[in-house]
């Protein structure tokens, strides 16, 4: 007898600590994602891969080209795959880059959400005059990264005037939007 009456004081002790029930089912709205994860700091996607967005050239606007990798990878290696070029089947799309011959990026250092690019002359005898595109190749590629909210540049340490879409230069930091015009859309 001692034991049953534990057992029925231990059922109503315990059923009322639990969470509440309600009578229906009601729905559970999904928050809006992506959502970081621990090991990337990039967002997420379906089917554990990401999308890892590289800006290029075609038809003399920045056309965004996406890869679909495992992670996304830092922010120095990431550059590193923008500087290496559009892979085969890009080029087959017509896509290119205005990077080589224009500027030169000699590394990159983030500072909380903004990127520093540190970059040297390309050269006086280049013959590319481009330099808008290459520039928003690199801003447009960076900022596509949820981690990253702008870029700068310098050169020799020193803070370096990068021109925006509609020819005016400014120091940064500079996003997407100041490149918005010459982006392909669709």
């Given amino acids: 007898m001692r034991a049953r009456l534990w057992t029925v004081g231990l059922v109503i002790l315990l059923g009322g600590c639990g969470v509440p029930t309600d009578d229906v089912p009601r729905a559970v709205e999904v928050p809006p994602g992506p959502f970081p ?5 990039g967002p997420t996607a379906t089917g554990g891969r990401v999308d890892q967005t590289l800006c290029y050239v075609r038809d003399d606007r920045i ?6 990798t495992d992670t996304l990878p830092g ?3 990431h550059l590193r795959q923008l ?3 559009p892979r085969a089947p890009e080029l087959d799309r017509g896509v290119s880059s205005a990077l080589p011959g224009t500027i030169t990026v000699a590394g990159a250092q983030v500072d909380g959400t903004v990127v520093e690019v540190d970059v040297r002359p390309a050269g006086e005898e280049t ?3 481009d330099e808008v ?3 928003g190749q690199i801003v447009c590629t960076l900022t ?3 981690d990253v909210t702008g870029v700068s540049f310098r050169r020799a340490g020193q803070p370096l ?3 925006r879409a509609d020819g005016s230069l400014t120091q940064g930091p500079l996003t997407t939007a100041d490149y918005a015009p010459l982006l392909r859309h669709g």
Avoid: N
Wanted: avoid cysteine.
């Fill in 144 to 146: 596509s990264r949820g």
């Fill in 63 to 68: 056309d965004r080209v996406v890869r679909r």
């Fill in 127 to 129: 013959g590319r005059s």
């Fill in 75 to 77: 922010v120095e290696e």
């Fill in 37 to 41: 994860t621990p090991i990337t700091g």
């Fill in 133 to 135: 595109l290459a520039f």
């Fill in 161 to 163: 005037d990068v021109p």
């Fill in 83 to 85: 500087l290496a070029g």
